[in-house]
């Protein structure tokens, strides 16, 4: 996975609760996505980050924060999960801007009951 | 809304036929162009990109681009079971020097049986 990781792989969480999830990459790639996938929507942009401390939203971003303050790591933060964020997260990396082909962490998949 | 569009299959095909995989968006800027191959509960996978008209080979895969006709396809010739997987058409969508996005199609299924 280009040398990506992402953390946890695996979560379960209520209503209302703040989850964050950690995005790694060990490949000093400068932008960073995140991006959810659900059955019938495909891959949708979250938020991207361009470089440390700056990020932009993607088509999705309502509900969601995000916040990169070294290279290497990107968090993703749902504030106070909702049921409709019930979805597996994938963090994608790259060396630049969007002509440039992304790189895909394993994934987490997130259950919110 | 910049679109890409893809069919969602599932496309079925024997074990060593040419599989053809079709992807059209809508932004006539987009100047780079992916296919990734996902796995069922995989994460997807690079496989192909293309920036100019034409043709580009990699071993079993061939990418074609037409950007007048604003469609992107994917051939596998000599496809096998191992094959089967969700093809995701990708295509940017430019936003400035430091910006821009991938647009992902929803992902064609294909099935090779042997």
């Known amino acids: 996975d280009a040398g990506i990781t992402q953390s946890p792989r695996h979560k379960v969480t209520e209503t209302g609760t703040p989850v964050t999830l950690r995005c790694h990459q060990t490949e000093n790639h400068r932008y960073m996505y995140w991006y959810r996938q659900d059955p019938g929507h495909g891959l949708r942009l979250i938020h991207y980050?361009?470089?440390?401390?700056?990020?932009d939203k993607g088509e999705v971003s309502d509900g969601y924060s995000v916040s990169r303050s070294k290279t290497e790591d990107f968090l993703l933060t749902l504030e106070s999960a909702t049921s409709s964020q019930t979805s597996v997260y994938f963090c994608?990396?790259?060396?630049?801007?969007?002509?440039?082909?992304?790189?895909f962490g394993p994934g987490t998949r997130l259950t919110v009951t | 809304q910049k679109e890409v569009e893809q069919n969602s299959g599932p496309l079925s095909v024997p074990e060593g036929a040419i599989a053809s995989l079709n992807c059209t968006y809508s932004d006539r800027g987009s100047q780079s162009f992916f296919w990734y191959r996902q796995y069922s509960g995989k994460s997807p996978e690079l496989i192909m990109f293309i920036y100019s008209n034409g043709d580009k080979e990699d071993g079993r895969f061939t990418a074609q681009l037409n950007k007048a006709s604003q469609y992107v396809s994917l051939l596998i010739r000599d496809s096998q079971p191992s094959d089967s997987a969700t093809y995701l058409c990708a295509v940017n969508s430019y936003g400035g020097s430091n910006t821009g996005k991938l647009i992902f199609g929803q992902g064609t299924t294909l099935q090779v049986k042997p």
């Open positions: 980050s361009y470089g440390v401390k700056d990020t």
């Open positions: 994608a990396i790259a060396p630049g801007p969007s002509s440039y082909e992304q790189y």
